[in-house]
Structures are given as structure tokens and as C-alpha cells.
């Protein structure tokens, strides 16, 4: 491995790792786990979760997240031209298009 030279003084604790007997083209080993079983699937249709349509849920809410997960499992764009964005307190909801 190259050592750096550190221009201020200190050594840089990165200089002390070595990755050389990672072998990154091996499959990460699962210990007799089926790879099917490591996610759970989430049923968005139980959850009453459309994700073509817009939704009024705050960004960074669960209700987003998982409206853009059932967008995503959908293989559709994650964000509705109608979808909420308003960013305010609790009780403030806005839509791009009123």
C-alpha cells in the first residue's frame, strides 16, 4: 500500500487500512439465508396506497415515503405533479396546482 506524507503533521488514519484481501467480485455470503426472505414486500394495495395517483401526505412524512416506495415498486416516476409540496408546520397543506 502507499503511505501518504502528511503536509500538516498528523497522519491520516485512512493510511493504516489495508483492503488488499477483499475480494470484491465474491457474492456476499447469506449463511443458507433465501435471498427472497432478506426483504420483506409491502403489500401498498392493503395499505389503500395508489401510487398513481398525487398525494397531499408532507414531504419527509412515513405517508410520503411510502407513497414514493409503492411509486417506486410500480416502476413510475416518485413524484406527482400534484403531490403536496408544501414544506410549512402541521396544518399548512398545499398543492403545486390549485
Known amino acids: 500500500m502507499v503511505k501518504h506524507s502528511p503536509s500538516s ?3 491520516d488514519p485512512f493510511d493504516e487500512l489495508d ?3 477483499i475480494d470484491l467480485s465474491d457474492p456476499v455470503e ?3 439465508i433465501n435471498e427472497a426472505d432478506l426483504f420483506d414486500e409491502i ?3 392493503s395499505l389503500g396506497i395508489d ?3 398525487p398525494t ?3 414531504p419527509g412524512s ?3 415515503v411510502l407513497m414514493m416506495a409503492a411509486r417506486f415498486a410500480a416502476g413510475i416516476p416518485l413524484w406527482h405533479e400534484n403531490d403536496c409540496y408544501d414544506h ?3 396544518g399548512s397543506r398545499a398543492r403545486s396546482s390549485e
Open 30 to 32: 447469506t449463511k443458507g
Open 51 to 53: 401510487p398513481g395517483a
Open 88 to 90: 410549512g408546520p402541521i
Open 9 to 11: 503533521g498528523s497522519e
Open 43 to 45: 403489500d401498498f394495495d
Open 56 to 58: 397531499m401526505a408532507k
Open 19 to 21: 483492503d488488499s484481501d
Open 62 to 64: 412515513e405517508e410520503k
